[in-house]
């Protein structure tokens, strides 16, 4: 088996194709399944390795590249002046759950007892917090 699949067909020198037309139809369908399981195998592999690298965090490293390339070098300055592309200020809301979540996870503070100055409802972060 070794062999046949290296490409060494000697061990079946013995037969000719002519006279043993099942041999070559095993022949074909062997390398037919092995292929298959081979490109299975390699694409489980693939998927394997591209879960590992998948996080949001690496997507918006990449993307803040991306466009802090294009803010430097494709715009014009005048471009660049403009206030409704570039704001001085900009508003950002969270989900109060979601900060929690990840900043427990990372380490950074452990949540007992806080308190949020909330403008828009009850479930969002208006940037104004009270006590942590």
Do not use: C, H
Not at 6 to 26: E, F, K, Q, V, Y
Not at 40 to 63: H, P, T
Not at 70 to 94: C, G, H, M, S, V
């Amino acid at each position: 088996m070794y062999l046949f699949l290296t490409g060494d067909r000697n061990s079946l020198s013995a037969w000719s194709p002519n006279d043993n037309p099942l041999m070559i139809l095993l022949m074909i369908i062997f390398s037919f399944v092995i292929v298959l399981y081979l490109m299975n195998l390699f694409i489980g592999l693939l998927n394997m390795a591209i879960e590992a690298d998948n996080n949001r965090a690496s997507y918006l490293a990449q993307k803040v590249l991306i466009l802090r390339e294009i803010e430097l070098f494709y715009l014009f300055p005048n471009q660049r002046r403009w206030k409704t592309w570039f704001p001085d200020i900009i508003y950002y809301y969270a989900d109060v759950d979601k900060v929690v979540k990840v900043n427990e996870k990372q380490g950074l503070f452990q949540m007992k007892e806080i308190t949020f100055k909330t403008t828009f409802g009850k479930d969002r972060l208006d940037l104004g917090l009270g006590k942590i």
